[in-house]
């Protein structure tokens, strides 16, 4: 019986160790502690996360994070480009609809038979351009938007409803007169635009974007030949810095404007000043504009002019043709007609 209880505690001995074998538990050492895996991303991405912690001597979790950032990062841009790629074939496909509603507008013109898809005019038709900058190279009427019946209500007055209309076709400076006038204010017209120009500047300094493929239609006309000015309303240093900053500036001659004239684009001067400084003909220098008041200031003087498409006077598109000689839905080369 002693011999049969001898054998019976070694055999359980060899059972216990055996099952501390199979669980990875060894006699005189500890138990490893549970440790929680990494989180996966991908095979290619984990591969080089350990080979990026292991040289850099970084623990794994903050490479995970780092290399996770710029992963993402990367995902984002080309989602960016993908979007952009695809809201610009959206707007190719509203600029052909909105030319095909166009034509029927203006079907009853009586030089309608003499319309034809054609490109921006080139060296062959013009020797110089003068553009406009809000509306035409810049996207930038958005920031202009009830600017002046803001500064009116600031001054806890009520604007009439005409009032930002009537000052789109008056200078800056004549603009704050007219306010001042108006309202028989104490500050002077300085005072006024200063105040008035003052949430607009930084839109122009950091925020505005040209209009889509203006640099591709620069590029070409510089390449040409043709010489290039800005006649604007806007104040000058706005002009400057945003076409500075957009790469755009070197392809202008230089700007005029308005207030340079001291008269807005009712009259014809600033155009003329234009021309002046170009040393070209009138009838081989192009005015493009986007306002319907500029375009029919510059047919007047006998400028060949071209009608620029813009969200904000879609409304005018048949009245614009009827002055134009060109009407542009975008500068790509491919969606313009001419006369």
């Given at each position: 019986?002693?011999?049969?209880?001898?054998?019976l505690?070694?055999?359980?001995?060899?059972?216990v160790?055996?099952?501390?074998?199979?669980?990875?538990?060894?006699?005189g050492?500890?138990?490893?502690?549970?440790?929680?895996?990494?989180?996966?991303?991908?095979?290619?991405?984990?591969?080089?996360?350990?080979?990026?912690?292991?040289?850099?001597?970084?623990?794994?979790?903050?490479?995970?994070?780092?290399?996770?950032?710029?992963?993402?990062?990367?995902?984002?841009?080309?989602?960016?480009?993908?979007?952009?790629?695809?809201?610009?074939?959206?707007?190719?496909r509203?600029?052909?609809?909105?030319?095909?509603?166009?034509?029927?507008?203006?079907?009853?013109?009586?030089r309608?038979?003499?319309?034809?898809?054609?490109?921006?005019?080139?060296?062959?038709?013009?020797?110089?351009?003068?553009?406009?900058l809000d509306?035409?190279?810049?996207?930038?009427?958005?920031?202009?938007?009830?600017?002046?019946?803001?500064?009116?209500?600031?001054?806890?007055?009520?604007?009439?409803?005409?009032?930002?209309?009537?000052l789109?076709?008056?200078?800056?400076?004549?603009?704050?007169?007219?306010v001042?006038?108006?309202?028989?204010?104490?500050?002077?017209?300085?005072?006024?635009?200063?105040k008035?120009?003052?949430?607009?500047?930084?839109?122009?300094?950091?925020?505005?974007?040209?209009?889509?493929?203006?640099?591709?239609?620069?590029a070409?006309?510089k390449?040409?030949?043709?010489?290039?000015?800005?006649?604007?309303?806007?104040?000058?240093?706005?002009?400057?810095?945003?076409?500075?900053?957009?790469?755009?500036?070197?392809?202008?001659e230089?700007?005029?404007?308005?207030?340079?004239?001291g008269?807005?684009?009712?009259?014809?001067?600033?155009?003329?000043?234009?021309?002046?400084?170009?040393?070209?003909?009138?009838?081989?220098?192009?005015?493009?504009?986007?306002?319907?008041?500029?375009?029919?200031?510059?047919?007047?003087a006998?400028?060949?002019?071209?009608?620029?498409?813009?969200?904000?006077?879609?409304?005018?598109?048949?009245?614009?043709?009827?002055?134009?000689?060109?009407?542009?839905?975008?500068?790509?080369?491919?969606?313009?007609?001419?006369?």
């Amino acid at each position: 019986m002693k011999r049969m209880g001898i054998l019976l505690v070694l055999t359980l001995g060899l059972l216990v160790i055996g099952s501390g074998d199979a669980c990875g538990i060894r006699l005189g050492r500890s138990v490893r502690p549970y440790k929680r895996p990494m989180p996966r991303l991908s095979t290619r991405v984990n591969r080089r996360v350990f080979q990026a912690a292991r040289m850099r001597e970084r623990p794994a979790a903050q490479e995970v994070s780092r290399v996770r950032q710029r992963y993402f990062t990367r995902q984002n841009r080309w989602q960016r480009e993908y979007t952009q790629s695809a809201q610009q074939q959206a707007r190719q496909r509203a600029a052909d609809l909105r030319i095909q509603k166009l034509l029927q507008t203006v079907s009853s013109h009586p030089r309608i038979e003499l319309l034809r898809r054609r490109a921006f005019p080139a060296r062959q038709e013009v020797d110089a351009v003068i553009f406009d900058l809000d509306g035409t190279l810049l996207d930038s009427l958005w920031a202009w938007e009830n600017s002046g019946s803001n500064y009116v209500r600031s001054l806890g007055l009520e604007p009439p409803a005409d009032l930002d209309a009537k000052l789109e076709t008056l200078s800056l400076m004549d603009g704050a007169r007219y306010v001042k006038e108006m309202y028989h204010l104490p500050d002077p017209p300085e005072v006024i635009l200063e105040k008035t120009l003052e949430p607009i500047k930084n839109r122009y300094f950091y925020e505005i974007e040209p209009m889509p493929g203006v640099r591709e239609q620069l590029a070409q006309l510089k390449a040409q030949g043709v010489k290039m000015a800005v006649a604007t309303a806007s104040h000058k240093e706005f002009a400057e810095r945003a076409l500075k900053r957009l790469g755009m500036l070197d392809y202008f001659e230089f700007i005029i404007t308005c207030d340079e004239v001291g008269i807005g684009k009712t009259s014809p001067k600033v155009y003329e000043a234009a021309l002046v400084r170009l040393g070209t003909l009138k009838e081989r220098t192009l005015v493009a504009e986007d306002a319907l008041h500029a375009l029919e200031t510059a047919h007047q003087a006998g400028f060949p002019t071209a009608a620029i498409e813009e969200a904000h006077s879609l409304e005018q598109a048949a009245q614009k043709l009827r002055v134009a000689d060109y009407y542009i839905t975008q500068y790509n080369g491919q969606n313009t007609l001419g006369k």
